[in-house]
């Protein structure tokens, strides 16, 4: 895994050729391995979590392939007949993407143990970043009279991104590494790469700009009523009320995660470099800059950051563990859990005081994170890591 496609990938949009050309003269990887690959790059996980990690691996195209509806089916429907319904269904799986984001990033940032060096900061502006996402497409779908559903969307890792996109990547959850950064973090922000090479798995642009033409050709009315107002990091989150603050919003998403047509280094606000590009200077320990042959990573050095080793999280999650590890796992998903009712609850008219509740509830995952990442798994020299797993209320 890691090579370039066999054939260039065909861009739709001005924009994205541009970035798919600096993507490949950068020296971008493309292909994606899974957590097997980076089990073993790790050297640090027990016999029994390679075997889990293989078997997701070996079930990811399976997987991604019973997956594969949602957004395949919503592009196949014509154009004009993408109406209000179809919106609502496409805005939905657009929240099960971006939350899908948050965890392995999370993991990540929190494995770095310097948390004021470059990588930790970058990776940090990242999550904010994706939370931010989270929280337009969430506005837009209750725009349209929808509800967001957000922990009936939480996936369980390892496995395929949510609707069948980005075919044959499995996303995991790991410590920070090289192969993780690679294989997890670039893969799912890499511009102009085929979700599959396949007419049939779309790519999430094309996701993207189908919706920006459904709001155009429907130009739905757009209810405020239910849309939250928050301060999530450095953005400011707010309602949309016309097509205009539509397609500026999804705009938002789409060029804080890649760049613009001029540069990867292009922002709304500022030169910070868009997600992909972000996590490529991780991955090749350079920054980008424009050269004359392109834009490559030959600016000044990123170290790679001294990181807590946490073991890629096996298929069917931690087994056997002791009774201070089991309360640990426990805890963070109670936490995490919570935090995903607060977003549910906060687009179902608590606002930004409940949404402001489920954040400062999720900054609190950190300790309970690292705890686990402290923590050695026995027979191997990696340790334990969180598994993101939604808690499903007991029924009455």
């Known amino acids: 895994m890691g090579e370039e496609p ?9 924009r994205r050729r541009f970035l798919a050309s ?9 292909a994606v391995a899974g957590p097997a690959q980076a089990a073993a790059s790790q050297a640090d996980v027990t016999a029994a979590d390679v075997a889990a990690t293989e078997a997701a691996a070996a079930q990811a195209p399976a997987q991604t392939a019973a997956g594969l509806g949602s957004v395949a089916r919503l ?5 004009d007949s993408r109406g209000v319904a179809w919106l609502r269904s496409a805005l939905q799986v657009a929240v099960g ?16 143990k310097d948390q004021r060096s470059e990588v930790a900061r970058m990776i940090r502006r990242i999550v904010g970043d994706e939370m931010y996402h989270l929280g337009i497409v969430c506005n837009l779908l209750v725009a349209v009279g929808g509800r967001p559903q957000i922990k009936a969307a939480a996936p369980v890792y390892p496995g395929p991104l949510p609707g069948g996109v980005r075919a044959g990547v499995t996303v995991y959850l790991s410590g920070l590494t090289r192969p993780f950064v690679r294989d997890v973090m670039m893969a799912i922000e890499a511009p102009e790469v085929s979700l599959a090479r396949s007419v049939q798995s779309p790519t999430v642009g094309e996701f993207y700009e189908g919706m920006i033409g459904a709001f155009r050709a429907v130009r739905p009315d757009l209810a405020t009523r239910g849309q939250v107002t928050q301060h999530i990091d450095t953005d400011e989150l707010r309602p949309v ?11 938002i998403i789409r060029e804080q995660g890649e760049g613009t047509e001029s540069s990867p280094t292009d922002s709304f606000s500022d030169d910070r470099p868009a997600h992909y590009y972000a996590f490529g200077e991780i991955y090749h320990g350079r920054e980008l800059r424009e050269t004359d042959d392109g834009w490559r990573y030959v600016g000044p050095p990123v170290p790679f950051p001294d990181v807590r080793p946490m073991a ?18 426990f805890r963070f998903d109670a936490m995490y859990s919570t935090v995903l009712d607060s977003l549910d609850a906060a687009w179902a008219g608590g606002g930004h005081r409940t949404l402001g509740a489920g ?3 999720m900054r609190g995952l950190e300790k309970p994170a690292v705890e686990l990442m402290e923590t050695l798994v026995p027979g191997g ?7 993101f797993r939604a808690l499903r209320r007991p029924r009455r």
Request: aromatic share 8%.
């Open 6 to 14: 066999d054939e260039p990938a065909v861009a739709p949009f001005k």
């Open 97 to 112: 993407l971006e939350l899908a984001t948050i965890p392995p990033y999370l993991c990540g940032w929190w494995s770095v």
């Open 359 to 361: 954040i400062r509830t």
């Open 75 to 79: 592009m196949a429907v014509p154009e």
């Open 22 to 30: 600096a993507a490949v003269a950068a020296g971008a990887p493309t």
């Open 312 to 329: 890629p999280v096996p298929v069917g999650g931690w087994r056997n563990t002791s009774a201070h590890v089991g309360g640990l796992l």
């Open 241 to 251: 009320r016309s097509l205009d603050d539509v397609e500026h919003a999804i705009e």
């Open 381 to 387: 020299r990696g340790t334990y890591g969180p598994q």
